[in-house]
């Protein structure tokens, strides 16, 4: 499995976009990228998954450069709700996800 | 429509005590995994089911640990004499397949307490 570098923590005020860059240098070439989220006392929540350039939901966008070896979370127009932690994955082969201790977004008022 | 529920959501164990935590996945979802999360870690991996059979344990800690899905639908993760470095949260997720792809749905989580 790639292994993933992403920020610690990231602080943000409401109607800011937040990017958080993920890097994965050992991306192979089958390799997916996916992020999920987790609010406190829930569950991980699948957001985006994608494999080159962009791909955008009502939810997020993700950005992928064309040599892969990193990727970028973009959340538009943020507010408190969307304070959580952000988890990369790289390499979902099959069925084992390997999250990582992920990024903190902490939005502020 | 319902997702994946677990229960209970909070347990507080005394340690040696046994304790079982249940998973009821979304209906028809073929692939049932468990993780366990520390507190300020992201989820590892413990176990994986197909349908009733359980492809996957290789996560599991030690043979304290036991899973079982035996109709293929609700599971039950057990832990026999549980320690101090059993506490945590253990979330079950539930797939409509367990092939590539990625995207599990995940349950609140059973938060694990062993004092």
């Known amino acids: 499995l790639a292994k993933t570098t992403q920020p610690i923590s990231m602080d943000s005020y409401e109607g800011q976009e937040v990017n958080i860059t993920c890097s994965h240098n050992?991306?192979?070439?089958?390799?997916?990228i996916t992020w999920y989220q987790q609010f406190p006392s829930q569950g991980p929540r699948f957001i985006i998954q994608?494999?080159?350039t962009k791909v955008t939901n009502e939810v997020a966008s993700l950005f992928i450069p064309a040599d892969r070896k990193s990727s970028t979370l973009s959340l538009p127009r943020v507010s408190l709700s969307d304070t959580a932690v952000y988890y990369c994955l790289v390499g979902v082969r099959d069925y084992k996800l390997s999250f990582g201790a992920g990024t903190t977004v902490t939005v502020r008022a | 429509g319902a997702g994946v529920s677990q229960s209970p959501r909070y347990k507080v164990a005394k340690r040696g005590q046994d304790v079982a935590l249940r998973c009821d996945p979304i209906?028809?979802?073929?692939?049932l995994f468990w993780y366990q999360q520390a507190l300020g870690q992201g989820p590892e991996f413990l176990t994986y089911f197909q349908n009733e059979a359980q492809l996957d344990k290789s996560g599991l800690p030690s043979d304290r640990f036991f899973a079982e899905r035996p109709e293929g639908s609700v599971s039950t993760l057990k832990i026999q004499r549980t320690q101090q470095e059993d506490s945590a949260v253990y979330l079950c997720?539930?797939?409509?397949?367990?092939?590539?792809?990625?995207?599990?749905?995940f349950g609140p989580g059973t938060r694990l307490t062993v004092t």
């Open positions: 050992n991306i192979a070439t089958n390799d997916y």
């Open positions: 209906s028809g979802h073929v692939s």
């Open positions: 997720a539930s797939s409509f397949s367990g092939g590539t792809g990625g995207e599990q749905y």
């Open positions: 994608g494999y080159k």
